[in-house]
Nanobody, 115 residues
Framework: QVQLVESGGGLVQAGGSLRLSCAAS????????MGWYRQAPGKQRELVAR???????NIAGSVKGRFTISRDNAKNTVYLQMNSLKPEDTAVYYC?????????WGKGTLVTVSS
């Protein structure tokens, strides 16, 4: 079992920045990759950014150049730095871990970007 706890969401004006954090605990040795997904009202959940245990990253085209994913292995934490936020970035952001034990999800944190 892996437990994921997100933090850092909130309300921000367009053009502003936020940093999301996801702390993992439990069977973290089974994790191969961690990532951030988001789901806006009425839309499907989509990948935002993903980072493997080796440090390789995958960033969605819609946020490339604005969002950065990183990880602190000592803290078992993954971060999503979001800059130049747009109203269309408004969504619930979910942390995900994938590995030998399967996929796990956090409860999500709401990001609201006002215009």
């Amino acid at each position: 079992q892996v437990q994921l706890v997100e933090s850092g969401g909130g309300l921000v004006q367009a053009g502003g920045s936020l940093r999301l954090s996801c702390a993992a605990s439990g069977s973290i040795f089974r994790i191969n990759a961690m990532g951030w997904y988001r789901q806006a009202p009425g839309k499907q959940r989509e990948l935002v950014a993903r980072i493997t245990s080796g440090g390789s990253t995958n960033i969605a085209g819609s946020v490339k150049g604005r969002f950065t994913i990183s990880r602190d292995n000592a803290k078992n934490t993954v971060y999503l730095q979001m800059n130049s936020l747009k109203p269309e970035d408004t969504a619930v952001y979910y942390c995900n871990s994938a590995g030998l034990g399967g996929d796990y999800w956090g409860k999500g944190t709401l990001v609201t970007v006002s215009s």
